[in-house]
């Protein structure tokens, strides 16, 4: 089944390093199978909603998300981010 790694950015401490993150994971997660839907900060918000930088990147199962998650090449950008930003991470099945 879908699953959707969604990432919101509640803060963002050095944009230096998030630049730096960027750069390295991107990569990382479309080779391992992610595809990028939603990146950027919200035209509209509703209720209780936040207008902070969201990141929406589709795989073919949860376990290919946490397999991401878990690369070499993925856990490099976790390294160049070093505590530049605070986020907000989960995967979510399709419905």
């Known amino acids: 089944?879908?699953?959707?790694?969604?990432?919101t950015y509640k803060a963002v401490h050095d944009p230096d390093k998030v630049?730096?993150?960027?750069t390295l994971?991107?990569?990382?997660l479309t080779a391992a199978?992610?595809?990028?839907?939603v990146r950027g900060v919200?035209?509209?918000?509703?209720?209780?909603?936040?207008a902070t930088r969201t990141v929406v990147i589709e795989f073919a199962?949860?376990?290919?998300?946490?397999?991401?998650h878990d690369s070499e090449a993925y856990q490099e950008a976790l390294r160049a981010l070093?505590?530049?930003a605070d986020r907000?991470?989960?995967?979510?099945p399709g419905a």
């Open 88 to 92: 907000d991470m989960r995967v979510v």
């Open 33 to 37: 199978g992610g595809r990028f839907l």
């Open 25 to 28: 994971a991107g990569p990382a």
């Open 19 to 22: 630049a730096a993150y960027a």
């Open 82 to 84: 070093d505590g530049g």
């Open 42 to 50: 919200p035209e509209a918000t509703f209720e209780k909603g936040e």
């Open 61 to 68: 199962s949860v376990e290919a998300a946490v397999a991401a």
């Open 1 to 7: 089944m879908t699953a959707y790694w969604i990432t």
